[in-house]
Nanobody, 124 residues
Framework: QVQLVESGGGLVQAGGSLRLSCVVS????????MGWFRQAPGKERDFVASINWSGSTTSYTDSVKGRFTISRDNAKNTVYLRMNSLTPEDTAVYYC?????????????????WGQGTQVTVSS
């Protein structure tokens, strides 16, 4: 049973920063691609960032480029999302996702396992 547990969400003022963490258990973490997605109220779940098994390849949606950084620590079975210069438009539930393959992907349907989500709220 693969489990993903996110943490690090919360309430922050515009311009602030947060770091999300996602711990993965039940699968060899160092062999799988990981992603972060978010879902705002009344909207679809959108891609935010992804990273391949080694961390050598990353991808970001345009709206977070230069502000967010995805990284991973394979020794800790953990993927991170560092979020800087947050705006109210970043308010959403953020989900960590894992796929069975070593490469990363920008598409939700290519991920096999999901966390429960962590709320990020940015006040203006």
């Amino acid at each position: 049973q693969v489990q993903l547990v996110e943490s690090g969400g919360g309430l922050v003022q515009a311009g602030g920063s947060l770091r999300l963490s996602c711990v993965v258990s039940g699968r060899t973490f160092s062999t799988i691609g990981m992603g972060w997605f978010r879902q705002a109220p009344g909207k679809e779940r959108d891609f935010v960032a992804s990273i391949n098994w080694s961390g050598s390849t990353t991808s970001y949606t345009d709206s977070v480029k230069g502000r967010f950084t995805i990284s991973r620590d394979n020794a800790k079975n953990t993927v991170y999302l560092r979020m800087n210069s947050l705006t109210p438009e970043d308010t959403a539930v953020y989900y960590c996702a894992a796929r069975r393959y070593s490469s990363n992907s920008d598409y939700a349907f290519e991920y096999n396992y999901w966390g429960q989500g962590t709320q990020v709220t940015v006040s203006s």
